[in-house]
């Protein structure tokens, strides 16, 4: 099974075509190909090391492959100066795993910087898609707090609105439900599903979350690494649904919990079939 | 180990510095890229200023004024043996002007303030900020490095210029106030051996070249940092250690080729 957004029916957004990624000695994909359709909540599962935050650095040209092709709302990126990836990262929105907001600003003043920077904008303008955004991901007196002094749904829901404040055709997530409580993932989950069927918005987002990988994702990336049997890095993608009904002994595996990550992930696996 | 080794492991640490000068050179082309190009970025740069200049006055103001106590009553002691002590004044103004007030603000500014920006850029990479700011299509060279750089080119001649105003103050205290030297002779003698352009201007430009270097090299430290906690660690060590190594020879290269 190897279902691609184009078999889907929908327009590909952002393909990776046989991507060979090393860093030093250490290979990370080699041959690596998948696409993520326009309009879609996609997720990116795999097991610890298998390169998930990889593929998002890889999309927003923030690390170069050393071979293969990866296409980018029509353009590849691989080919890009830095100077010519600016053009392309102001389609992108990227929520950082640790938020990335700077620390000496202001969660205001976070916000408004893009806005600042790429738009002609007078302040009362800023202001109120600043505040237009803060409610969008359910943060409101905020305006004057730093960065530390957010919790980490917080912090993750500011990084995702400093991530929309321009109006970006793709949005990258790592790993935005890391060390969160149920209730704040949820919440996390419930505003990328919202943003994508407000706004359109493309998502891919990387996860060990399977239960809510499982709710959320119109589409699955599974990165499975290379072993005596299969050369190269295979990916499995499909829907939700899909993955569930897969023979594949890995994939079996890894979403019944006998490769990584204990207990935990048959839970979830079990809470996202309910 | 044996020869061999030892051979290999030089060549090794040779080609490692070779790549890193290569590094460091392509980091201030970028540098100087990004100030020669909009936006000019003059909040940023002020507040780079403030942290690399104001927030030095106060070790600038005392190690200078210590300096020029100590100078005062070495060079007095050594001055009086030779019944010339009236020139107490130049030889503690030459010495702080031409060598000692550049140097040693220098040192003093990497240890303070050159090892601040390195750790901060270096967290910044740690955490993410500056792949943040590339994601917002917005270059960390042209918003992060440059105005700090520049910030500690510009500030040092006058950090330095502070710490021999107040070397200058340390030593009139120790040399009239203690020791009894007439007023009038020690300034007349700091006047008459002190020359504007071959003396002071020098000196500027002496502090103005170590700027550079520790604002080039603390930024590139702390950019190329690893996302660590050691690297950060790492990043604030060396740039303390290379770039008071590197006062210290380009302090000898100027003074050699320029007479400085």
């Not at chain 1, 060990?208 to 990988?213: Q, R, V």
């Amino acid at each position: 099974m190897n279902l691609t957004p184009d078999a889907a029916g929908a327009d590909v957004h952002v393909a990776l075509e046989r991507v060979d990624m090393a860093f030093g000695d250490r290979q990370v994909f080699r041959g690596l190909s998948c696409a993520f359709a326009a309009g879609k909540v996609s997720v990116i599962l795999g097991g610890s090391g298998s390169g998930k935050s990889t593929v998002l650095r890889l999309i927003g040209g923030l690390v170069r492959p050393q071979a293969g092709h990866i296409f980018v709302a029509g353009e590849d990126v691989t080919c890009l100066s830095e100077r010519q990836l600016y053009g392309v990262r102001k389609k992108l929105g990227m929520m950082f795993q640790g938020g990335a907001l700077l620390d000496s600003l202001t969660i205001y003043e976070n916000l408004a910087f893009p806005l600042r920077e790429h738009t002609s904008l007078d302040e009362r303008a800023i202001a109120a898609a600043v505040h237009r955004r803060l409610d969008a991901v359910g943060l409101t007196d905020v305006d004057r707090l730093l960065p530390s002094q957010l919790s980490g749904g917080m912090l993750r829901r500011a990084a995702l609105a400093r991530a929309i404040i321009l109006d970006p055709v793709i949005v990258l997530c790592d790993e935005p439900f890391s060390g969160l409580d149920p209730v704040s993932v949820k919440r996390i989950e419930n505003l990328l599903v919202q943003i994508n069927q407000r706004l359109g918005i493309t998502i891919v987002l990387v996860s060990h979350h399977i239960a809510s990988t499982m709710r959320m994702a119109e589409h699955v990336v599974l990165l499975l690494q290379s072993d005596d049997h299969h050369p190269g890095t295979t990916v499995v993608a499909g829907s939700p649904e899909e993955l569930r009904q897969s023979s594949d002994p890995r994939v079996v595996a890894f979403l019944t919990d006998e490769c990584d990550d204990g207990d935990a992930r048959a839970a979830d696996v079990a809470a996202g079939s309910t | 180990m044996g020869p061999a080794a030892a051979v290999q492991e030089l060549g090794w640490y040779a080609l490692r510095f070779v790549d890193q000068l290569g590094k460091l050179t392509v980091f201030a082309a970028q540098i100087l890229r990004a100030l020669a190009s909009p936006p000019v970025r003059v909040r940023v740069f002020v507040q780079a200023v403030f942290d690399v200049g104001v927030l030095s006055l106060i070790i600038i103001c005392v190690s200078g004024t210590a300096v020029g106590m100590v100078l005062s009553l070495q060079g007095y002691n050594t001055l009086v043996r030779f019944g010339a002590e009236q020139s107490l004044g130049a030889v503690v103004g030459l010495s702080l002007i031409r060598e000692l007030g550049p140097v040693l603000t220098a040192l003093l500014a990497t240890g303070r303030a050159g090892s601040a920006t390195a750790a901060e850029i270096g967290t910044m990479v740690a955490t993410e900020q500056l792949d943040g700011l590339r994601m917002m299509a917005v270059d960390p060279i042209d918003l992060v490095v440059a105005p700090k750089a520049l910030a500690m080119t510009v500030a040092m001649p006058l950090l330095s210029a502070l710490f021999i105003t107040f070397g200058l103050f340390g030593g009139y205290l120790v040399g009239v106030g203690l020791m009894g030297i007439d007023g009038g002779t020690y300034m007349s003698s700091l006047q008459s051996a002190v020359d504007f352009r071959d003396d002071v201007l020098g000196s500027l430009l002496k502090a103005l070249v170590f700027g550079g270097l520790v604002g080039l090299i603390a930024t590139f430290r702390g950019f190329t940092s690893a996302p660590t906690s050691a690297g950060v660690s790492a990043a604030t060590t060396s740039t303390v250690v290379v770039a008071s190594v590197c006062i210290l020879l380009f302090d000898y290269v100027i003074t050699a080729l320029w007479g400085v």
